[in-house]
């Protein structure tokens, strides 16, 4: 149980309460689990919480169940917006929580948002960290996440045994929101190099290019980015279009980008033109759409076809 001030690193056998068991949340619990931290996880689905505790965890439907005894809370949520109100909602368990338990936002959130967060969980003694990360499902199964922390140098530390168990390269961003705009910034990166590896293959497709051989290409030479080395041939052109990480998500964190742009008085157009195309994309595309479904959309937007299917 976390006393008022704590410094030392939080270490296994400690209890972690992960709350939001989703894509990302399982496998990360799973590694925590592996290094000899007692998880305790939080999810309103059933499956979720049945896969979790198959995998050696105790789950609760109730975030504040979960937290009991927990030196360190990690959120990993759809956005900051449940983020905020987990903790700080009409059931929100911070005035729960005994002053020093560090809270670690591993979510994509809105850096001006986390900062706000921090403001609000200071009077309960709560320090925050914005840690979120970058490599998806298969890289959170195998531990090797990139993980951006912003925060108090003190607290990363601290942080330090935990963020570990779940990744291989662990950045220390700066304060408070600065994980959360890197997250944000990658994404955006990340998006762009799908867009221009999607409409290269469209191109190439039309020309008579066969696809394996466009990403062959791409990969041994300077066009080469994620997209191309891990997304085209497992997800687009076969079709599986299964990623693991949806288009709404995506859709977010180019928001997220185009806005932290705006808030800065950037007028940044690319930034924007993505987050726009994105928008009007999710529009058109089933809610639970993965984000390679990117090129779905680019694909029918060109032959003015349907895009539902
Ligand atoms: P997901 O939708 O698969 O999982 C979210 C989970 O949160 C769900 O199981 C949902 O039931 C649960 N949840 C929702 N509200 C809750 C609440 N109030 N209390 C407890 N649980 C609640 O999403 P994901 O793909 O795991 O992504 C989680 C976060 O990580 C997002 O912010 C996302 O942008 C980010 N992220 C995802 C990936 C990826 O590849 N999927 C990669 C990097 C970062």
């Keep these: ?44 689905s059933e499956t979720a919480r049945a896969l979790f505790e198959q995998g050696g965890g105790k789950a609760f439907a109730d975030a504040a169940q979960a ?13 900051g917006k449940i983020v905020r109100d987990v903790l700080l909602g009409a059931n929100g368990i911070a005035p729960r929580l005994p002053k020093g338990t560090l809270i670690i936002d591993m979510s994509s959130s809105a850096p001006t948002d986390t900062t706000s967060l921090a403001a609000e969980l200071a009077p309960f003694g709560l320090p925050l960290l914005d840690a979120p990360v970058s490599g998806g499902v298969k890289r959170a199964i195998d531990g090797s996440l990139a993980i951006m922390a912003g925060g108090p140098e003190v607290e990363v530390e601290r942080a330090g045994p935990i963020l570990q168990a779940m990744g291989k390269s662990i950045f220390a961003t700066g304060p408070t929101g600065s994980g959360h705009a890197m997250k944000a910034l990658n994404n955006y990166v990340s998006a762009a190099g799908l867009i221009a590896a999607s409409e290269a293959l469209l191109v190439g497709r039309s020309f008579g290019l ?24 497992p997800f687009v052109i076969s079709e599986a279009f299964n990623s693991g990480f949806s288009f709404a998500l995506m859709a977010k964190d180019l ?33 639970d759409a993965d984000h390679t479904e990117i090129y779905r959309y680019l694909a029918e937007a060109f032959d003015n076809g349907p895009v539902q299917g």
């Design 255 to 287: 928001r997220i980008a185009a806005d932290l742009a705006t808030h800065l008085g950037l007028g940044i157009p690319q930034i924007a033109a993505v987050a726009r195309l994105w928008e009007e994309a999710k529009g058109k595309l089933k809610p």
């Design 1 to 44: 149980m976390p006393d008022a001030i704590q410094s030392a690193p939080i270490a296994p056998p400690a209890i972690i309460a992960l709350i939001g068991l989703g894509q990302m949340g399982l496998p990360m619990a799973a590694r925590l689990i592996l290094a000899g931290f007692q998880v305790h996880g939080a999810d309103p």
């Design 67 to 79: 937290a009991k005894g927990a030196s360190a809370i990690i959120t990993m949520l759809p956005n």
């Design 210 to 233: 066969k696809p394996d051989t466009i990403v062959d290409v791409l990969n041994a030479s300077t066009g080469r980015n994620n997209s191309t080395e891990v997304k085209m041939k």
